[in-house]
């Protein structure tokens, strides 16, 4: 095993969960991001493994959503969160300050759907999609 792949065990080890292949797959050969992507022009920053554990202690997000886990965000208050309360796991955007899951914004139902649809959609602003408190 890589060292690569050490920190993202160690990262499911921490949060009990185990990533989706697509993610695991990113973060094994690209490892992060943090762009504009057009024609969108949103910023989205991806998190490299190395960073993962210490985002997520560090706005106590284990404590104030159960089952997340912050992978990115937007470079400002918005941070891309994994829902692992569902199977498969959608992907979310929390602000900085919510306090639950009532706040959460549906992005996308995998990894690879937001990477294909964020290019034309960047982030969405509106709940059309609900997760469940």
């Known amino acids: 095993m890589s060292s690569n792949d050490?920190?993202?065990?160690?990262?499911?080890?921490?949060?009990?969960?185990?990533?989706?292949?697509?993610y695991r797959h990113?973060?094994?050969?690209?490892?992060?991001?943090?762009?504009?992507?057009?024609?969108?022009?949103?910023?989205?920053?991806?998190?490299?493994?190395?960073?993962?554990?210490?985002?997520?202690?560090a706005g106590d997000f284990q404590e104030r959503f159960p089952g997340s886990a912050v992978i990115g965000g937007d470079?400002?208050?918005?941070?891309?969160?994994?829902?692992?309360?569902?199977e498969p796991p959608p992907l979310v955007l929390l602000d900085v300050s919510a306090q639950d899951w009532s706040s959460a914004i549906h992005q996308a139902t995998s990894f690879s759907a937001l990477l294909e649809q964020f290019p034309e959609t960047g982030w969405k602003w509106d709940d059309s999609e609900p997760s469940p408190s």
């Open 26 to 57: 990113f973060l094994a050969h690209q490892r992060n991001m943090a762009r504009f992507v057009p024609p969108a022009d949103d910023f989205l920053m991806i998190n490299a493994i190395a960073e993962l554990i210490e985002v997520n202690e």
């Open 75 to 86: 470079g400002s208050r918005e941070m891309l969160t994994y829902d692992f309360r569902q």
């Open 6 to 22: 050490d920190q993202i065990a160690q990262a499911e080890r921490r949060f009990g969960v185990r990533f989706p292949e697509d």
